[in-house]
């Protein structure tokens, strides 16, 4: 007993950490009711303390904190044991949906009341939210006042450890008492969530760091030992099965967890139906680990072979589907994707929609959540992808250190996963050796030929290198076609393409790469904020100079970028992908407002047959600059698979393939040309003749023939005009282009509208004018 407490008790992380682990992995299995009863009144210290231990960069504590805290380890019976709900989780601490429901939940009759006259599902929404599975009973309430939800000693662990990602700095610290058992405990577990206990010091704010590195973790960034116990508690309580059980077998602990994770990660938006209000609220899903961990929870449920089962078009299944069925029904997903599944795809339409105003976003997070979108696109990666990622991070502890891994220079690569790596310590996946020998067997004169070609060999790389890098994708668990219904089912997620690719930053560093490729100089005329989006606090397209096309190279953030725009080139370039979404007829459900109401179009991939003209510029300019980047070797492999695939497929007529090098730049050139770009080495228009009377003089011939080329939303604000009346015009331009069915257009400024008439109305005498005019044609 007096282990525990002097465990929790030191101020030092790592010596905190090493001496609770050690008690608890000896001497848990025997604990008396001392120790049950010190645990249980110290549960929300220790998550506390905990949240500090998941960053400390020790591998022996990583090891130790994984199997003391593991859903099988020796804490798991103490924490089952206590069945009452005595810890309260507060009120602040909830996502906003979570709130909003507990809040509409506490006025009863008031609140089905109020939800029905607005005209909203009361059912489904209290079907996929957390206090639905828990009761109105579990409201915690103190001298009338909610406090938060009651939870149970796993609960609340469970409800802690995710909000780690989520987590924001806490209050300052205030004392608690650590009372009775029950529900009079609420208030000092609370106040123990709030700052820390008495004996020790705020486990999320101040005090001292112990151990050689320093190192205190700040809650909600990147950690490895996070990841490993979330995979962990992913196994334990949503296992893969081969068939999906049926909903009443299923456990208390799998039905919460799965709504834990859809309410903290994926859902938090309020129930409003204030667009304006959503773009204005910071939200906690723009943060790279969050959407890293949303990403591991969608990869563990695409990877559960249930879901192929019930997916996947085999021949079998199409033989005993009958003549003229041709398994064209709907997707059979599981109980888990059905909830998660519509969830990312709205969260991906609002951070999205938020991206398209917030600058203060890093190109980090936008990667983590291009690759997010990359995952639910391609559930026949998702077996391989998964089976990579616990190699990386695996959620069983490891008894003895790892072995060293060779030099990754002679690794091949498998380039079908390439561009979907974890945020933290990538390692080069690996092809299965008896595939890359056939492949490299097969093709080694041609894929030799085209490497040398590309400028893709180097004094590290040999021919048989070249050619394993170069070999064929390794096949998957299915491919497009026997996916047919999964992707009908997920049809909006796939629409979202030309919005990932027009993203601000996206396009900054598109055209920046396509530049560089074009042999272009920049000048003041092509000043970015490039430099804001890899550094600087905030992104101003205009506010100084930013880094060239080659020094953007060497960043790892930007190849990072790149690495996750090849990898949507490389999806969309499957020609069953492109026969499968080209033969689906759309559906109307996919373009309806879902609750919020989202100025962010979903606009398909065709048109008559071909691709949209708005979307196949977009495709340009980023293959463009992945020409462009071809100097990157870990690019290479990447790019040699999304060349084959472009050949093979007649929707992308007139892209230069990789080895053809000779059309690498005119093609930068032509696509800036078409973005309305000038050239800075264009020849200046000719000077006049300096003969008397041979004309005006050349100054006024050069002023004449100086004009503005771009869009007019690229242009300052000028006299006469207001921000409040310009904001109103981009909306209205923004909505007649939803109503025409037309894209952004792309600039160096970022996406805009292509309707540019409604920005007469930004000048307030015009609008003024116009007003007046229309009240006397009415009143006269």
Not at 120 to 149: H, I, T
Not at 223 to 240: D, I, Q, V
Request: with cysteine; charged share 15%; net charge neutral.
């Amino acid at each position: 007993m007096a282990a525990l407490a002097q465990a929790l008790a030191l101020s030092s992380d790592q010596d905190s950490c090493r001496r609770f682990c050690a008690e608890a992995l000896a001497s848990a299995r025997h604990w008396g009711p001392a120790e049950h009863r010190l645990l249980f009144e110290r549960l929300p210290q220790l998550m506390h303390r905990l949240h500090t231990w998941f960053g400390l960069s020790n591998g022996g504590l990583e090891e130790a904190v994984l199997r003391a805290f593991h859903p099988l380890g020796p804490l798991e019976p103490h924490l089952a044991a206590m069945e009452q709900a005595a810890f309260v989780f507060p009120l602040r601490r909830l996502p906003p949906r979570t709130l909003k429901t507990v809040l509409s939940m506490a006025q009863k009759d008031g609140f089905r009341r109020d939800w029905r006259q607005k005209g909203f599902a009361v059912e489904e929404d209290l079907n996929n939210s957390l206090v639905a599975l828990l009761g109105p009973e579990r409201l915690a309430k103190a001298s009338g006042d909610l406090e938060g939800l009651a939870l149970t000693a796993r609960e609340f662990m469970l409800c802690t450890l995710v909000y780690y990602v989520v987590a924001e700095p806490p209050l300052p610290p205030k004392t608690g008492t650590s009372g009775s058992t029950g529900m009079a405990m609420g208030a000092s577990t609370s106040a123990a969530w709030s700052g820390a206990s008495s004996g020790a010091s705020s486990a999320l704010g101040g005090g001292a760091s112990g151990g050689a590195s320093g190192a205190r973790a700040r809650p909600g960034t990147l950690s490895a030992t996070f990841e490993r116990l979330l995979l962990a508690h992913l196994h334990a309580y949503l296992p893969h099965r081969q068939y999906e059980v049926a909903r009443a077998q299923e456990s208390h602990c799998s039905l919460f967890f799965t709504r834990l994770v859809h309410e903290f990660l994926i859902v938090q938006r309020p129930f409003s139906s204030a667009a304006s209000v959503l773009k204005c609220l910071p939200d906690a899903r723009l943060q790279a680990p969050v959407l890293h961990s949303a990403r591991l929870v969608l990869l563990h449920v695409l990877a559960n072979p249930c879901l192929r089962q019930g997916c996947e078009e085999t021949a079998e299944r199409l033989m005993f589907a009958g003549p003229g069925k041709g398994g064209a029904g709907r997707a059979r997903v599981t109980r888990e994707l059905a909830l998660l599944g519509p969830g990312v795809v709205l969260m991906l339409r609002e951070l999205l929609q938020k991206l398209q105003g917030q600058k203060e976003v890093g190109l980090e997070a936008v990667t983590s959540l291009t690759r997010l979108w990359l995952i639910l696109l391609q559930p026949w990666k998702a077996r391989r992808l998964h089976e990579w990622y616990q190699s990386l991070r695996p959620p069983e502890p490891r008894l003895e250190p790892p072995k060293p891994s060779a030099a990754s220079g002679n690794r091949p690569v498998d380039v079908a996963l390439l561009g979907l790596e974890p945020e933290i310590g990538e390692v080069t996946p690996l092809v299965p050796k008896e595939y890359v020998e056939e492949a490299a067997a097969s093709s080694l004169g041609a894929t030799t030929r085209l490497a040398a070609a590309a400028g893709l060999t180097s004094a590290n790389l040999t021919a048989a290198t070249a050619a394993a890098q170069l070999a064929q994708l390794v096949p998957g668990d299915g491919d497009a076609l026997s996916w047919r219904n999964y992707i009908g089912g997920f049809q909006g997620a796939y629409f979202l393409l030309e919005a990932f690719l027009c993203l601000p930053l996206h396009a900054e560093l598109c055209l920046e790469l396509c530049r560089l490729g074009a042999g272009w100089d920049r000048t003041s005329l092509f000043t970015l904020g490039a430099s804001a989006a890899f550094g600087r606090p905030a992104l101003n397209a205009w506010s100084g100079p930013g880094p060239s096309g080659s020094q953007l190279l060497r960043q790892r953030n930007a190849v990072q970028a790149l690495k996750a725009l090849g990898q949507a080139l490389l999806c969309f370039s499957d020609h069953l992908l492109l026969q499968v979404l080209q033969g689906q007829a759309i559906e109307p459900g996919v373009f309806l407002q879902d609750r919020v109401a989202l100025e962010l179009p979903m606009l398909p991939l065709f048109d008559h047959g071909q691709l949209r003209p708005q979307l196949a510029t977009a495709i340009a300019v980023v293959w463009a600059a992945l020409l462009s980047s071809a100097s990157v070797v870990e690019l290479q492999p990447l790019l040699a698979a999304i060349s084959r695939q472009l050949q093979h497929a007649p929707q992308f007529e007139g892209l230069p393939a990789l080895e053809d090098t000779a059309h690498h730049k005119p093609f930068a050139e032509r696509v800036l040309q078409e973005l309305g770009q000038v050239s800075p080495a264009a020849p200046a228009p000719p000077a006049a003749s300096a003969s008397v009377g041979a004309g005006p003089p050349a100054t006024n011939s050069l002023s004449a023939a100086a004009e503005f080329v771009g869009s007019e939303w690229q242009r300052p604000v000028r006299g006469g005009e207001l921000e409040v009346l310009l904001c109103i015009a981009y909306w209205l331009a923004n909505r007649v282009d939803r109503l025409l069915g037309r894209g952004p257009r792309i600039t160096p400024c970022g996406p805009v509208p292509q309707t540019e008439w409604p920005r007469m109305f930004g000048n307030w005498k015009f609008s003024l004018l116009v007003s007046l005019a229309l009240w006397l044609a009415v009143l006269w």
